[in-house]
């Protein structure tokens, strides 16, 4: 509207013609629309069509069409004017036939085409027609005609290029239009990225601050929980006391009124015995007076033997005294044993039911030993054989494991004397320190495998390691001067062999300890698919627990817990994790914080060394990586020089 406003003003300022000839207004009214512009040309065609008064009535066949292309604006010949040498005036000797003719001419040269708009319209005048339209026209006339005929096409010209101006200025408006929805969808599309990129700034904020949190509660909850646990423990030791000290108050109260019985029965077994004599010695006075009227010396004799049944009975009643006297000392030296062993309660009664099941093999196997002697003998070797030629790959390991089940289930030796020759010769082999932690991984595996068939050789077989080395169960015997006369007797009783008469070293000693339960720990830590370990991970977290609970810090106790630490720490800490963890800060707290150093300079050196290895296990997480050799290679690496 802004354009057409402007091009109006334009038409107004340029065109100074008069406002009305002959009927026809020439200036259009200020306020005019784009279609009462159109409106006043037809009207303006149909006055002229009318004034030049033809014979044959002008018919438009084709319509206007501002709006096409400017191809189809353009006639065939352009606009030509003619122009004499004297102008377009006509002087005084002109003719008025000259004067027709020259208008003639330049209305035909005004080409009135353009004011239909088109080319090629059907419709032509005659010839007598055009002649009589000539005749009838004016100068006047011819001349207004040809000013009105300018006039239109200047105004037809000047609406196609205001109206080109306004296409282009609407593309131009609409190409900015979609530049700016393109600027807003970008600007759009980089604040919903700005938006998302917030909200997940924002989201692991929040996600940090609750994990955060939900780590102070359990950090919380677990003080709570250990806060709880010592408050059960130490309400546990105080029952604990309670009960045993109710126990030694009813234990003394028993003795007493044991004591009281048997002081009683005394006395009233002493009362008896004065009741016999004296109807005795009554009975002998009247048969002394029977002697002296009878004379009889035979029965002065049975009298004299009547006395002899009262002593014998007191020599018994004595005999009896210095047997309970006897049996008491017994459990007074039980209950000091008692007093000086630490293991818990558990591991105690599971010694006691493998000791039991061990004791029974054995008495099976003396009673047939005379006759299966020999049959012993080669039983231990063939076990001795198959053992000693164990390696870490995995045919040697099954092929092993099949060759000692049929051996032991074999109906030619008594199934008891193979369960304990495999148990000891297993044993035996690995007490061996120079045995290296792929054989001993090997061998465990080989025990699983047997065992899972066989469940009654790994009870005895756990006998065994009891036996040979307690720290398996675990416990501790403490020395006691009351008990053991001498060092050598305690530390027979702790595990030291003898030897020529002689007690081993603490060396020889403290390297059979490392070997037993480096084949311990490989064995609770033993898993294969298929079968059961049925002293696995489970009995281990038992173990370490047990002997954390129960058993002193010292050199021995140190060895033991390192050894094992080495071979089932890292099956352990994937199982149980964050627990494991606790446990191994348990032991350097408080484990390697209680080891004390002792008098001799030796133990010294090798408890150093025992703890700074422990140390640096913890320290350095030697638990998170696999321990070498637990692993089994598909074949040996002498069959690639093959």
Known sequence: MMELSKFRGAVNFELRCPPNINGMTAD???DWSFDNLLSELDTIEKKLIANLDLTVPFDKKQPRNLRASKENY????????HVSDHGLGFSDSDTEEEVVNTSMFSGRRFGLDEVYMSDDSDYELPVDAQCHLMDKVGLAEGALHELNHEFQLYVLEEVRNKISILETNLVMENEKFASE???????????????????LQYQRTIAEALDNHLTAVQRDHDHISQLEERRLRDDAAREEAKRKEKALIEEKIRQERIKAEEEARLQAERAEMAKVAAEAEKHYVEEKKQAAEAAATKNAVETLRNGVPMVLDYSKETLGQVAATGSDD????????RNITRASKNALELEDKRLQIYEKLTSENEAIKGSSNQGKRRTGQNFNRLIKTISA???NVRTKADELVNIISSPEYPQSLSILSFAEKVVFNCENSQKSDGFIFSCSRVIVLVTSKIPLALDILMAELNRVCMYTVPKFVEYSSVLFQTREAYFKAIGYREIDGKIESTDSYVERLSSIMRLYGALVQTEIGGFQNLHGLKEGWAWIASFLNSLPANLYTAVALQHFLEMSGYALYRRYRNQFEKLLRIIAQDFLKALKEGNSDSVNAKLIKVKTSIINYIESSQFKKEPEGLQLRDHLDSNDFF
Do not use: Y
Not at 74 to 81: A, K, Y
Not at 330 to 337: F, G, H, P, T
């Open 74 to 81: 353009c006639s065939t010949g352009g606009f030509v004017m």
């Open 181 to 199: 929805i393109a600027k807003i969808s970008k600007h759009r599309r980089t604040q919903q990225e700005r938006e998302r990129k917030f909200d």
């Open 28 to 30: 259009p009214q200020p």
């Open 393 to 395: 790959t995995v045919e």
């Open 330 to 337: 017994k459990k007074q030296v039980s209950l000091s044993e």
